[in-house]
Every structure is written in C-alpha cells, then in structure tokens.
C-alpha cells in the first residue's frame, strides 16, 4: 500500500515538572496548542481538525474531560475527538491525526494536551482499577507491579540483572541533562540506582519515570499543503499499532502467544510501520530512536522488538556504548524519554515531536549528528496496546 | 498577586459490576476449595475462568478443575505504600497451577519479606507453590492466596 | 482528491439489549456483540484489519476502557483505537481509516452499561468542570431541561408527557436509559462482493462547541449546523435536503421536533421513524451511534425512491457536541 504523505511542521512542549499551581487544566492544555501551533507558524484558524489525547478521566478529575478544553484548545467550531488508548494515547492521537490528513478530507490537523498526574494523589490506586474486576482488582495490581513483573521475567529468561536496568537509567539520566524541557535533569549513577529505595522489587525509585506535568502539541500536515507554503516538515513514512491479551497471565507458559519478557507484539506493529517506510535493516537504516520506556526495564526489551538488538542482547550493547549520544549504533531516546518525562496523555506525542526535531535537525543538545531518520513507539494498557512510527527528513528512498 | 488556590475534590462513584456466570461460578468454586478453568477451542486451559477466549475469539467450553499447585511465572515484592492499596511489603505472583496453560495471579503469603535479598532467593520462576483457601471465603479472588510448597 | 477514492460501505450492523443487563458481565456483551455481527457476514475474527471502540469510563466503571474490551471485542493482534469523545466519532473514525487506505475493513463497536453503575447520575455529575458547574449540579437530563425551555420560549409547544421530571421535560421527553453495544463492520469497494453490502457512507460531519453553557446559545443547534454544512460543502449531494430519513438521538423530544424548524428538510422526511427515544433503551453515551445503526436499517424501509438517511448523534451536555453521518442505499456517483 501506498501511504499519502504526511508531514509534521511544528511541536511544542513546555518544560516538565513535579507540579502546576499556576494554571487550570484546560489553561494547560492550551499551552500545549499554542506552542505547537507557534512553532507551526500557523493559527488556530488554519486549523482544519483537532484530534485530542487523554487517557484516564480519571486522574484529572473530569469525565469526559476533552468537552471541558475544547474552548483552551480553539477548536470550537471544528471537527474534533478525543483517543484513549492508555498510555499509548498521545501517539495513537497523532496516529489518527494522520488519518484524518490521509483520508483527503483536510489539509493542517492539531493534536495537543496535557497531563498533571500530581493532581489525582492516589493515581496508583485509581489505575488498579484497570484490571479485571472479578478477578485482578482484589489483588493490588497497579503500573509499577505490572511492569516489575516484566523486569523479573526478562532477568530470568536472558540471564540479565538490575545492573544493566541501572545503566538504562544512567543512559537516559544523562540524556535529560541535556534536554531543557526534561522532568529529571540530574545525572545518576549506576551505584546510586542501585541503592535508590525498591518500589517493587526489581523496579527501583531511579528506575521509574516521574508523574509529570506539562503540555505539547503536533501540527500535521498533507504534502499538497506543505508544498504550496513550501514548508519543510518532517514526514510520516510508515506507523503500524498492534494489541495484546488484557491478560498478563496469558503472557506465560509453553502455550502463550507472547512473553511478558518481550514485547512480540510491539515487534508486529514496528513491522506494520518498517514495512511501510521500505525498512529492512533497522540496525543500519535508522539513526534515532524515541522509544516509550516508562521503566529502565520496559527500554531493553523495546530496543529488541525495534529489532535493534535480538532478544536479550540489548544489556551487552548498551553496556558497549551503543545507544548512548555520541556512542555506536542508534541513539535511544537521546530526550532522555519517558524514564525522565511522563506526562501520560501527552508522553507518546513528546516521542514523535522529539523525532521529528532529530530528523530535522532542531534538538539542540540532544541532537543525533546527521539524523536523518528516526523511530517512535508508545505503550498502553498492561503492556497491551502498541504504537509506532518511522519519521524521516525528506521522501527519498531510506 | 493572589496566591493560587486549590480544590479538594474525592470521586466516590460507586459500581455493581455483573460478573456474569462464569467468573460467578469460578468464585463459588473457591468457597469449595476448587480453582477452575475452561477449555477453549484449540485446547487451552484459560485460569481463571473466562467465557470467552481473546486469542481465537471463540467461547470457551468445557469446565475443568486444574490442581492446587503449580509453579511460580513471575513475582515481584512491593515495598513502597501506595495510597489506597494495602501496606507492604507484599508479594505478587503468578501461578501456572497444574492442568492450566495460563497463570493466576495472587498473593504469596507465609514468607518473611522484611529482608528483601533473603525473600527474593525464596522465589524464582519455577519455584513450587500451593493454593492455600481462605477459611472465612467471601466469594472473591481474595478467598485464596499462595504459600511455597514444604 | 476524493473522487479518486475508494468508497466505503457498510456490511453490517447489530444493536444488542436496549434492558439492564445482569447476567452478564460487560466483556461478555461486548463479545456477544463482536461474534453476532461476524457471524451475521460469515466472517471470524481473522477476516478484520483493525478495530475501533468506544467507550465510556465512568459509566461503566472501567479506569481505561480500552483494556479489558480489546479482547472480547476481538482486537488482541490487531490495530485498536478507543475514541472517547462519542461512540459516533469511533463510526467515523472507522470511515476515515478506510478512506486513508489502512485495510480493507473495520469493526466498530460502541458500548455502554449504566446498570454497572450504583448512581450513573453521579458519574455524569463528574463530567462536570469541579470548580462552579459540579457544585451547581448538572446532568444531561437537567442540561435538556434547559435546552427544551428555551426552544418553548421561542414558540416550541409543550409536550403532553406528565409527571414532569425537569421542566419542561415528563418521562416521555426523555432517550430511556438501558445497557446496549453496537457493532458495524465497514468495508471498501472491492473488497467485498457488490450487493453484499447494506448501505454506502456518503459523507460524515461533527464539530464539538464551547463547554460552557452560557458561552453558546443552547437552542440555535449550532453544533449540528457545522456538521450538516461540512457536509454540504464536501459533498453537496448529502446535503439536509436530499434526506429521506432522519435518525437522530436527541437530548429530548424537544430537539426531534426542531429539527424540522432549523433545518431545510425534504418534504415528507421520516423523522425518528424507529421509535421514540422513551421507547428505544440506550445511554447517552451511544445513543448516536445507536440512531446511525437505525439509520442504516432504515434504508430498506424507505417509501419508493428513497435514497439517503442521516443518523444524527449529540455529544456532551445540550448537544455540545454533535456528529451526522449520510448514509444511502446506493453507491453515488
């Protein structure tokens, strides 16, 4: 299949923290709108559709919570909606922010939001009540658990330890030193990882992203409209999404589709998206990768099922030096990702803008040399629900 | 400048989830010390219960009762409080019980987790364990947990 | 650059339930439903390229409801996207998917259950911004009461429905409230043998307008005029006038019957043809998707020469939100 091209001419993001008392929520997420759209060279009024992330209504305390920020946003009047696809959510919106592009109905579509987790004090609890309500949630099953169950079983099946999830920490630690909109901006190191307190044995409290606060926002646009304002985006050359079983529990045993070690399934959707973009050898053919890694733990397996290492390798090369900015190989999240930043609605969004600046060469500090073209992904649910991306500077042959 | 201000609000909605009739007699078969499983369409035996199965989007069948032991999947010690969920440390696991192809996830009790490098040698993938039956069941998944086998 | 795409056509439509389900637990309907329309077309799971859902998180009480749907509604292997603004926008979210060259064919299904909920008036409460309108109280039955006394200031006659709820409102003004699922399964042309299909997509619009109540005028339907207009502009032939049914999920009555007053309609339109909202069990959640689903049933029943049925579906408090999608019994040209 042909893909109608689509390009990304501006993203914004605000610089990430712990908390925001000087702004309502809907306040928030105009900030998101308003810096993508700034960055865009664009006004609302260019706008053609609005396509909003949000995941659960629950930790802003609103339901229904897109109807509240639609007047923030600027788009009254235009066609909009709201996905939910966990905390995959901020890229599976500008997923279907291509879609509207490609379906040939419009021409500039704006995908902003924002997050405050700080704002719900018992997000942990709240999002117990993902899990099945006969059977999981009278266990207390939440993200970190469910993530600290991956890490123990990676460590089993591929002989690794929590040193090798320390040295993702410090990977990413250091590169959020350089990124002025990070949440995290100090440096670890992998002794200090170590003795940070367990929060669920093997994730550690420098293993775990933050609960982050801050907007962002994308302007996508079709080819025919960058052409005619001779704009230069950075364009979309494949994406794919792919969904696993609810159930972790199925995740194990001779008989499972997939390992709760591994991510097979996020494997799939990186080949929907290769597939399309002409990629054979990711290894090779990509520069950069902005990868969703909630944990130092949930990075290793990502890396293999972005078939940048094979399955239970990724320790000895990142332990090599590759991965890291400057080092051998595809730079992985040279932002310093979502081990650094997560402000969940908006998290998969920051990973396809932080691609789209390396491509074009804007990430200032944090840029890849010569990046030309990059990767995105993001995880919803219970590991459940994939997105990604192949984004490249120009719409030659990669 | 006014100083900012905040709202304290508590979202105290409240649910009457319908379990249906398989998770209900799955929870009834606890209050009998039984743990059962369903048949799907190509063989596999989905514990807990469930009435459907997700791989092949087919019913599931036949009732069979899996074993009370098994071996340990994967685990993980919670040591840090989390605001509405119960004070650690506790430990999680999944359980491939006897007979089942998918595992079931519980408490494992009887184990000392105050010292975490000791607690975390006791177990690995692979360790044997039994289901132990609560004896006051109250017809839900808390009515069972697990305890290493001697 | 429209007309050189592939049309997209609608294989199948089921609506299940309308009365509180107990037995069953809300994955199980949504398999139900999942596996009926499947079976209706002689199709598995297999056959599907991707999924959209939709769902409603408060009402049902699932934090994210995405997670414990995608498997019985046959997603796990597949590309599935929730859209939680309406179960209307899932239908067109699934359309523009089609017309964007992502697979042959989608399933759509929109759900919701308040009988899982102890209080759903409650978890519509918290739809409510926290800082004025929830303190005030509101909901989408009061938020209609507004509306309809508005267009009764503006010469609407009042219904007959006694045992008044909210003025002007009686239990015969009001959409009844059930557990229900819908699922849809669209297809491009070329995909499926020609005839097999039960109507053709002609175009599709929905706008969504200021949250607050008294920043927009609550009876001017400003939210439907965008959509129908989106729709007049793309694709002239879809437009109002050119209707010979009209499905809509109004908040009341009262906007059925204005319907006819703000919009230029053919004469002899079917409005509501299926039935009144007090007599048709659904959640305002997907009782838009629910009127498009009655909307495509329609076609087969239309009077001799009819052609085109517009199933129209509000979203958020006195039609916030509104989404119309055209569909017709022949593939137009």
Known sequence: ?398 | MTDAKFYEQTWDLQYKHALGETTSRFLEGLTQQKIWGRRTTDGRVLVPARSYDDQTHMPTGEWVEVGNSGTIEMFTIVYEPFKGLPVPPYALVYVLLEGADTALVGYLKGLDLKNQKDAIAALGIGTKVYVHFSKTPVGSAADYWFELSK | MENSRKRVAVLASVGLLGNFENKKSLEEIIFDASKKVLDSLGLTIEDIDSLVLAGQDEIDGRVISIMPSTGPAGGVGKDTTLIASSSDHALIYGYLRLLAGQGKNVLVMGWAKPSESVDPDRAELMSCEPFLLRQIGMNNTIAAALQASKLVSQGLETSNSTGKLAWPLGDRDLPARGDSVYALVLAVEGSFTPGEEIAWIEDAGWTTMSYELGARDINDFSALKIAIEQISNRSPHATSKNWDAIEIAGDSEYVVRSVSREFELKSGVEINKSGALADLPTSPFVSGLARMVMAIDRIKLLPKGGNMVAGIGFNGFAGQGAAVVVFSGSKGE
């Not at chain 1, 709201?82 to 109905?105: D, E, K, Q």
């Not at chain 1, 367990?198 to 420098?206: D, R």
């Open chain 1, 1 to 398: 299949m042909t893909l109608d091209n689509v390009g990304i001419i501006g993203f914004g993001q605000s610089k990430f923290v712990k908390t925001r008392i000087d702004v309502t929520f809907p306040e928030l997420v105009r900030e998101g709108a308003t810096m993508a759209l700034e960055n865009a060279g664009i006004s609302i009024d260019d706008v053609d559709a609005v396509v909003y992330p949000l995941a659960p209504d629950a930790l802003i305390g609103v339901g229904n919570g897109e109807r509240w920020v639609i007047d923030a946003l600027g788009a009254v009047g235009k066609p909009f909606m709201r996905v939910n696809n966990g905390g995959a959510t901020g890229m599976s919106a500008v997923l279907t922010a291509w879609t509207h592009i490609a379906s040939g109905l419009f021409d500039v579509v704006l995908v902003a939001g924002a997050d405050r987790v700080s704002e719900s004090s018992s997000a942990q609890s709240v999002l117990n009540k993902m899990w099945d309500v006969g059977y999981e949630r009278p266990v207390p099953l939440n993200t970190i658990t469910m993530l600290a169950l991956s890490a123990q079983r990676y460590m089993h099946l591929y002989d690794s330890d929590e040193t090798d999830m320390a040295m993702v920490s410090v990977k990413n630690r250091y590169h959020a030193s350089l990124n002025p909109n990070a949440h995290l901006q100090s440096t670890v190191t992998i002794e200090e990882v170590l003795a940070s307190r367990t929060l669920a044995w093997p994730i550690k409290l420098m293993d775990a992203c933050p609960a982050s606060t801050g907007a962002a926002g994308l302007v996508l646009v079709s080819e025919r409209y960058a052409k005619k304002n001779g704009l230069k985006p950075a364009w979309i050359r494949g994406l794919g999404q792919n969904s696993e079983t609810y159930w972790m529990g199925n995740r194990v045993g001779p008989k499972a589709m997939g390992d709760h070690a591994d991510a097979d399934a996020l494997a799939v959707a990186f080949q929907r998206a290769y597939d399309q973009a002409g990629i054979t050898n990711p290894r090779e053919q990509v520069d950069v990768a902005e990868i969703y890694a909630p944990f130092s733990s949930v990075e290793l397996h990502v890396i293999e099922a972005a078939g940048i290492a094979d399955k239970g390798k990724s320790p000895a090369a990142l332990a090599n030096g590759d991965y890291t900015l400057g080092g051998n190989g595809v730079t992985v999240n040279p932002s310093g990702g979502t081990q650094c930043t997560n402000p969940i609605a908006v998290t998969g969004l920051i990973r396809v803008g932080e691609a789209a600046n390396q491509v074009l060469g804007l990430a200032g500090a944090h840029q890849v040399k010569g990046a030309r073209v990059a990767i995105a992904s993001a995880i919803g649910g219970d590991h459940q629900f994939y997105s990604t991306m192949v984004i490249c500077s120009d719409l030659e042959e990669i």
